[in-house]
């Protein structure tokens, strides 16, 4: 079967290494960390199942678990999970019966496959070995789709344009009409110049408070730290805020000529990192010059465990670079992070975390960022 694999957003995690992958419900946190550091170790599928079960199936009322080998593909589903596999025979739907403990098929020919955990969103964004919070995944081609009969003429098309030089010298007599020339000088290219020119004009340089030209994104008064819609408090900030990235090394510019990351919102939003993101309930970009706009990204918070401006993600910078990095903002109930690899964390405000693909953020009330390549 194809390794290239899709998924939708949701509130499953994944754990995806290069030939097992395992789905479990949100509510397994818990179980994600060990079973991603056997994925990315290498271990076998029946290693990965093994842990899987180790803790017992009284406390693992679902899952669904896909490893791919030599010569077949192993698909596991209990409790809610459905699968559908398009192998050469056809197509075959894979459920667990209610009261039974799973079901379990060795397939061959296997060219396609879609694990559906919740709901019926269409799988539309690339899936790398790490973690994930999915409602479905697709491997391999699209289920039930076939290959397309049109290949051969593409090429015969490509071909054709090679024996059309021959009639080159037909045009001649053509290229005696003067229209033909003037019809080609007509576009200036010259115009396009001074256009260009135009996005380098970022405001004026009196609206900088520093003396070094670099404008603090967050200023760590009090009064500015304080959340303003008079439902979220916040601590009192640490005396030694500083803005990201990490103290020491150098500011990244307010936009990148490329995103270092995309950012897969559990609310559906997808937003690349090509300069500051602002994430909160009500998030405010006040505090930034105004040739430094962020892109704010709103979040619902129906039981206000959410700040206001909640936390930060921009491109990093020295040793960075080329990365995105987070800093929680002060919130009142904090972020937690999970790197692929690593036990989960909450993040310290004020102290920026580089971020690798596969991180998952958890701003709390449902509301999770999963970090992806751009």
């Given at each position: 079967?194809?390794?290239?694999?899709?998924?939708?957003?949701?509130?499953?995690?994944?754990?995806?290494?290069?030939?097992?992958?395992?789905?479990?419900?949100?509510?397994e946190r818990a179980r994600v960390a060990a079973l991603w550091e056997l994925a990315d170790s290498g271990a076998s599928s029946?290693?990965?199942?093994?842990?899987?079960?180790?803790?017992?199936?009284?406390?693992?009322?679902?899952?669904?678990?896909?490893?791919?080998?030599?010569?077949?593909?192993?698909?596991?589903?209990?409790?809610?999970?459905?699968?559908?596999?398009?192998?050469?025979?056809?197509?075959?739907?894979?459920?667990?019966?209610?009261?039974?403990?799973?079901?379990?098929?060795?397939?061959?020919?296997?060219?396609?496959?879609?694990?559906?955990?919740?709901?019926?969103?269409?799988?539309?964004?690339?899936?790398?070995?790490?973690?994930?919070?999915?409602?479905?995944?697709?491997?391999?081609?699209?289920?039930?789709?076939?290959?397309?009969?049109?290949?051969?003429?593409?090429?015969?098309?490509?071909?054709?344009?090679?024996?059309?030089?021959?009639?080159?010298?037909?045009?001649?007599?053509?290229?005696?009409?003067?229209?033909?020339?003037?019809?080609?000088?007509?576009?200036?290219?010259?115009?396009?110049?001074?256009?260009?020119?135009?996005?380098?004009?970022?405001?004026?340089?009196?609206?900088?408070?520093?003396?070094?030209?670099?404008?603090?994104?967050?200023?760590?008064?009090?009064?500015?730290?304080?959340?303003?819609?008079?439902?979220?408090?916040?601590?009192?900030?640490?005396?030694?805020?500083?803005?990201?990235?990490?103290?020491?090394?150098?500011?990244?510019?307010?936009?990148?000529?490329?995103?270092?990351?995309?950012?897969?919102?559990?609310?559906?939003?997808?937003?690349?990192?090509?300069?500051?993101?602002?994430?909160?309930?009500?998030p405010e970009a006040r505090q930034f010059a105004s040739h430094d706009q962020p892109q704010v990204v709103t979040v619902p918070?129906?039981?206000?465990?959410?700040?206001?401006?909640?936390?930060?993600?921009?491109?990093?910078?020295?040793?960075?670079?080329?990365?995105?990095?987070?800093?929680?903002?002060?919130?009142?109930?904090?972020?937690?992070?999970?790197?692929?690899?690593?036990?989960?964390?909450?993040?310290?405000?004020?102290?920026?975390?580089?971020?690798?693909?596969?991180?998952?953020?958890?701003?709390?009330?449902?509301?999770?960022?999963?970090?992806?390549?751009?």
């Open positions: 079967m194809s390794a290239e694999r899709r998924f939708a957003t949701g509130d499953w995690y994944a754990v995806v290494g290069d030939h097992v992958s395992v789905m479990l419900p949100g509510s029946d290693a990965m199942l093994d842990a899987l079960l180790a803790g017992g199936l009284s406390q693992l009322p679902s899952f669904a678990f896909v490893g791919s080998g030599d010569d077949h593909t192993r698909v596991i589903v209990r409790g809610a999970p459905t699968a559908t596999v398009t192998t050469d025979a056809g197509e075959q739907v894979i459920t667990a019966a209610p009261g039974s403990t799973w079901n379990e098929q060795l397939l061959s020919g296997v060219t396609a496959a879609r694990i559906s955990l919740e709901g019926d969103a269409v799988a539309d964004h690339v899936l790398t070995p790490g973690l994930a919070r999915i409602s479905a995944m697709e491997l391999g081609g699209s289920v039930g789709s076939v290959p397309a009969p049109d290949a051969a003429p593409v090429l015969a098309l490509v071909e054709e344009p090679v024996e059309e030089p021959a009639p080159a010298a037909d045009p001649e007599p053509e290229a005696a009409p003067e229209p033909d020339p003037v019809l080609e000088a007509e576009p200036d290219p010259e115009p396009d110049v001074p256009t260009a020119a135009e996005p380098l004009t970022f405001g004026e340089p009196e609206d900088d408070p520093t003396p070094t030209g670099e404008t603090l994104a967050v200023d760590p008064t009090p009064d500015e730290w304080a959340d303003r819609d008079g439902l979220t408090t916040v601590g009192t900030p640490a005396q030694d805020f500083e803005r990201p990235p990490i103290p020491g090394q150098e500011i990244a510019p307010s936009v990148v000529s490329r995103p270092v990351a995309t950012l897969v919102f559990s609310t559906g939003d997808v937003v690349e990192v090509d300069r500051t993101v602002l994430v909160g309930r009500a918070s129906p039981h206000q465990e959410i700040s206001s401006t909640h936390l930060e993600i921009r491109p990093g910078a020295g040793a960075d670079h080329g990365s995105a990095i987070a800093t929680d903002l002060g919130s009142t109930n904090g972020t937690i992070l999970v790197q692929p690899g690593l036990a989960p964390e909450e993040l310290k405000p004020g102290i920026a975390v580089s971020l690798i693909p596969g991180a998952v953020l958890d701003l709390g009330d449902g509301v999770t960022i999963q970090v992806t390549n751009p």
